[in-house]
């Protein structure tokens, strides 16, 4: 692992022999890089900045003026925005507390493995929760081609920006590469692929974003199939953390493969759009991918539904499918044919080249109930 992707730990511990154990069991890893090691709580304040750890260690049975538990306490206070873990004994238990400043507990005695498992998932949990907070991943995923799935992300992206949010679209249909032939982008535009393998730096990013005439920025996924295999899950995780610190909103035109690398991007999505139509097929493999959603633990909360083509039921009794999805859809959008393929078929975004059409209207609003503050901000652009 090279040294920019280490994770940096300072250890607050007054007892010789424990940070001497904690230097033995890290001296031959790569993971972690440990800083130092304050015997004094109350350096913790003033060496925290200094040093810039990516997560501290506080031992709870700190001794001295400033007590361990109270060196958790101003850290948090301080709005260092360091992630903490608490050291203690069995008998003295203490509980994770993200409120209180402490997102993990190791108790003694502890293995390498314990220690280093417990260091990496608080850092990458760190790192999740500070991505959330400054911006929102929607993963707009079907059950089944043909839906419109690559059609409303693009429009849901560009109505993003129309209410002010600083938007990009990732094209997760990796193979296939969706929203490169919605957009009729030439073959020779860069793509993921051209970033580069190691740190994905903002100025990379600046060089392969393709920079759409809607006004929205877009991931492009490669332009030949086979192509597809040399994007690594670990590729994708990289851009799309840096990507969540760019821009208010992240849109993932997804695919429909469960494979290893589209789970990852579910898991990071903080929305699952998903969208149905009535359609038998469609409506069967909607009850199957909530089973599958259920066993993999996603909270009912992260996925919505989106009725596409919404006004033709085809048949199939509107209940039907509400019973299918177990609850009421949130969104629903009309089906007008002539406003969006003529859109699709130049390659534009029919709610601007048609804003006034009444699909239009319906993607603002799905838009506007996504988009944190897209509401209010909807409302006082009218």
């Known amino acids: 692992m090279a040294s920019s992707d280490q994770i940096r730990l300072l250890l607050i511990e007054d007892v010789p022999q424990v940070a001497q154990y904690v230097r033995g069991l890290l001296v031959s890893q790569s993971q972690i890089k440990l800083l130092d090691v304050l015997t004094d709580g109350g350096q ?23 007590k361990g538990l109270q060196v958790v306490k101003q850290l948090h206070e301080s709005g260092a925005g360091v992630p903490v873990i608490v050291l203690t004994v069995p008998q003295q238990p203490v509980n994770v507390d993200p409120d209180g400043g402490i997102l993990g507990v190791l108790s003694m005695p502890f293995s390498g493995y314990d220690l280093i498992s417990r260091v990496t998932q608080v850092h990458k949990d760190h790192a999740a929760l500070s991505e959330r907070a400054a911006s929102t991943t929607i993963a707009v995923f079907a059950p089944k081609g043909g839906v419109g799935k690559t059609t409303i992300a693009f429009n849901l992206a560009v109505a993003a920006a129309r209410i002010g949010a600083r938007t990009v679209v990732i094209d997760g249909s990796i193979q296939f590469a969706d929203m490169r032939a919605l957009l009729r982008v030439p ?10 393998t190691d740190r994905v730096a903002e100025s990379d990013l600046a060089d392969v974003i393709w920079r759409d005439p809607s006004g929205i920025d877009i991931l492009l996924a490669p332009p030949r199939i086979e192509m597809a ?30 494979d290893e690398l589209n789970l990852a991007l579910l898991d990071r999505a903080d929305t699952i759009l998903e969208i149905v139509t009535y359609d038998s097929t469609t409506i069967h493999n909607t009850i199957a991918l909530a089973d599958t959603f259920r066993v993999i633990g996603y909270p009912p909360t992260k996925v919505q539904y989106l009725v596409n083509r919404a006004d033709s039921s085809a048949g199939i009794d509107p209940a039907d499918l509400f019973r299918a999805l177990g609850r009421a859809p949130e969104h629903q959008v009309r089906s007008d ?46």
């Open 337 to 382: 044919g002539a406003v969006v393929v003529a859109a699709n078929n130049q390659g534009v975004p029919f709610v601007l080249s048609d804003p006034g059409a009444g699909v239009s209207q319906d993607i603002e609003r799905v838009a506007a109930s996504l988009v944190p503050g897209g509401r209010l901000a909807a409302v006082g652009a009218r």
């Open 229 to 258: 295999e040399m994007v690594t899950l670990r590729d994708v995780e990289k851009v799309l953390s840096l990507l969540r610190k760019l821009y208010d909103i992240v849109v993932i035109d997804m695919s429909m493969a469960l």
């Open 44 to 66: 913790a304040l003033a060496q925290v900045p200094e040093v810039r750890p990516d997560v501290v260690i506080v031992d709870a049975l700190l001794q001295g003026r400033i």
């Open 187 to 196: 073959a020779d535009s860069p793509s993921i692929l051209d970033l580069p």
